[in-house]
């Protein structure tokens, strides 16, 4: 079975000589292709060079360079990729050449090697769904695919604007998704290795989480200034920390990450994907994703089900952290993986409960920014009362929602029991 790894450039320095720069990185010769032009429905289209990059007999896989423009909807993006075609436990030499690559001065991301797809998801196109029949290896491989191609992409996103504070909080909201539905998936895999791909996805969310805490405590802030009509003019200290504290760890984390790095690793994670669906674990391909699902999933509703009994008391943050975090990977699930077929009444109901659950942890995580920052600057007497002042409208916005969620918890268990 051929298999696929195509890396899509986005910020090339000579793209004039894109082909050439390829193949001296990989040592590899170039023969040109021919133009092609191609149409793949109303307002999409492609007009590109295919070349192939010769290394002798002995090369293990095929690599072809793509130089075009892709159209749609009259929007004009440049075709700038190198695809490797290779078969299956050929994945480390695949991943060395793609390190040589990443090397270079130009910066990639993982992408849809079928141009129709592509094309597809650019014009706002969602991926074919998966049929219920399929193999559950095959739905694992389709649900995860595309949530790397978008992970990449909201990466080169973020590294063009490091201030887009939006972007911080959508892509760890997809890097959580995509942990959380291999999580799902994970059972018969290699445990080790699964383990291993949690971790680093835990880890690249994490990278990002001070600047999102600090994003939600700056907003917070000024929504007490607001709610507290206080002018424009009034002193904004504690807001101003907040701001700088974020600046600096905005400033700390793009002066020791690049893009590429993410890039690599995701790469990795493909090359893998890839080997699974090639059918590198036979005796977990008999199962249908429809029977695997609903087998799963009765099994997650069980563990949500005992919860409570487990995390008892909703007054304790801790505790509603920790349901708080099981609650969201049930709905990033249940929000992919449309073969879970869960009533829309609950799904309301889980959504609800997780954004009460969100502001009740962004105040808790807020208060120890604040906390923090009074401890550093003992003798600023305004500074000390403006934290005053934010953890006590903090806490006024925090029990009404701490005195229903328990009740909250209690209607989402029914009609989780009677699904």
Wanted: some cysteine.
């Amino acid at each position: 079975m051929a298999l696929k790894l195509c890396l899509h450039g986005v910020r090339v320095a000579h793209p004039e000589t894109f082909t050439e720069d390829v193949a001296k990185l990989l040592k590899l010769a170039v023969k040109q292709g021919k133009l092609r032009e191609k149409e793949y429905g109303e307002n999409l289209s492609a007009r590109y060079r295919r070349s192939k990059l010769l290394g002798g007999p002995l090369l293990p896989f095929k690599v072809r360079v793509m130089e075009g423009i892709l159209l749609v909807d009259s929007h004009l993006s440049d075709l700038l990729d190198v695809e490797f075609t290779y078969s299956a436990d050929r994945e480390n030499l695949v991943l060395t050449a793609v390190r040589q690559l990443l090397s270079g001065g130009d910066a990639f991301v993982v992408a849809e090697p079928d141009l129709k797809l592509r094309l597809n998801a650019i014009a706002g196109k969602p991926y074919p769904q998966v049929d219920g029949d399929t193999r559950r290896l095959k739905a694992m491989y389709q649900y995860l695919y595309w949530q790397v191609l978008v992970i990449n992409w909201f990466w080169h996103l973020l590294y063009q604007e490091p201030d887009n504070k939006l972007l911080v909080r959508q892509l760890r909201v997809k890097i959580r998704r995509l942990r959380s539905c291999l999580s799902f998936f994970k059972e018969g895999l290699p445990e080790e290795t699964a383990a291993n791909w949690q971790t680093f996805f835990r880890q690249e969310a994490e990278a990002l989480a001070n600047m999102r805490e600090l994003d939600a405590a700056a907003l917070t802030c000024r929504r007490r200034r607001e709610a507290a009509g206080e002018e424009a003019d009034s002193p904004t200290v504690l807001l101003d920390l907040f701001l700088q504290l974020r600046q600096d760890e905005q400033d700390k984390f793009f002066s020791n990450s690049f893009l590429n790095q993410h890039t690599e690793k995701l790469a990795e994670f493909m090359l893998w994907l890839n080997r699974l669906r090639a059918g590198a674990f036979k005796d977990l391909g008999r199962e249908t994703a429809r029977h695997y699902v609903s087998r799963r999933l009765d099994n997650w509703c069980g563990k949500m089900l005992s919860l409570s009994k487990k995390y008892p008391d909703f007054s304790n943050m801790d505790e509603l952290h920790e349901i708080r975090i099981k609650v969201k990977r049930f709905r990033y699930v249940t929000q992919t993986i449309d073969l879970t077929e869960l009533p829309l009444d609950l799904l309301r109901q889980l959504k609800q409960l997780q954004d009460v659950l969100g502001l009740l942890h962004d105040d808790y995580v807020n208060a120890y920014w604040a906390k923090g920052i009074a401890l550093q600057h003992p003798g600023e007497e305004e500074l000390q009362k403006q934290i005053h002042s934010f953890l006590s409208w903090q806490n006024a916005r925090s029990e009404p929602l701490l005195a229903v969620v328990s009740e909250m918890w209690e209607h989402f268990v029914q009609m989780l029991t009677e699904k």
